[in-house]
């Protein structure tokens, strides 16, 4: 799974370029017996198999010999302090990050309490696998490091880096249909244009996730849209 997600995009040729690097670590290479498991029934009973903390032991032991101590090890698990991007943000000043992926019915207790040091989740669902969130964390903490994204100023702007959604984007055509772009956008004037989408990003903000504007790092111009946009709801 995280072959495959890992030879794309800008984290793909980060890797090819050496900018990034990704080791993958199949755990059945650190099971005891010769079937290679990695996962037994449930102590007390119940649906179900657990993963066995033996093989992430000697796992994170080799990664430790190869690699060097990580600064963090992650266990991904729909138990931990949910994924954002201050989340990311701390992960990147990171030099070693060893990230464990679970599946089945969970991991053994013995692997929260002797081997990771963070545990995080990327939202309030359950999936197959830890897989899937250890590509997400991957993908946005690779964003992160420099020369990975090639233009700076697109992670610069991205939503959640101020704490506010992103405003509007639009490309050619201009017309679609009877759908146009906003005319601030093709009028040329930069100071009008910035204006917009700075107000676009607070409006959308306001709507659709005002929580975010609690913790938001705003201007005074976007402090003063806030208050325009909240005398106009009232």
Do not use: N
């Amino acid at each position: 799974m995280l072959e495959s997600v890992l030879r794309e995009g800008v984290v793909g040729r980060a890797i090819e370029r050496e900018v990034l690097q990704v080791a993958l670590h199949d755990l059945r290479d650190y099971s005891a017996d010769r079937h290679r498991s990695v996962d037994d029934v449930s102590y007390g009973g119940g649906p179900g198999m657990v993963m066995k903390s033996e093989p992430f032991f000697k796992a994170v032991a080799a990664i430790r010999c190869r690699h060097g101590d990580p600064d963090a090890v992650v266990l991904l698990s729909p138990q931990g302090r949910v994924f954002c991007h201050e989340e990311a943000v701390r992960l990147r000043r990171l030099r070693h990050v060893a990230l464990l992926c679970g599946r089945y019915e969970g991991v053994d207790e013995r692997v929260r309490e002797q081997v990771a040091t963070d545990e995080l989740s990327i939202g309030d669902y359950v999936l197959s696998g830890g897989e899937l969130p250890a590509a997400v964390v991957i993908d946005a903490v690779a964003r992160l490091v420099p020369g990975v994204v090639g233009d700076a100023r697109s992670v610069d702007e991205d939503s959640f880096v101020r704490g506010m959604l992103d405003y509007p984007h639009y490309t050619r055509p201009a017309q679609v249909d009877a759908h146009g772009v906003p005319d601030v956008l093709l009028s040329g004037h930069h100071a009008e244009i910035r204006h917009w989408r700075k107000r676009e990003a607070v409006r959308r903000t306001l709507e659709r996730r005002p929580e975010l504007l609690e913790r938001a790092v705003l201007d005074d111009e976007e402090r003063a849209i806030l208050r325009e946009l909240k005398d106009e709801a009232e």
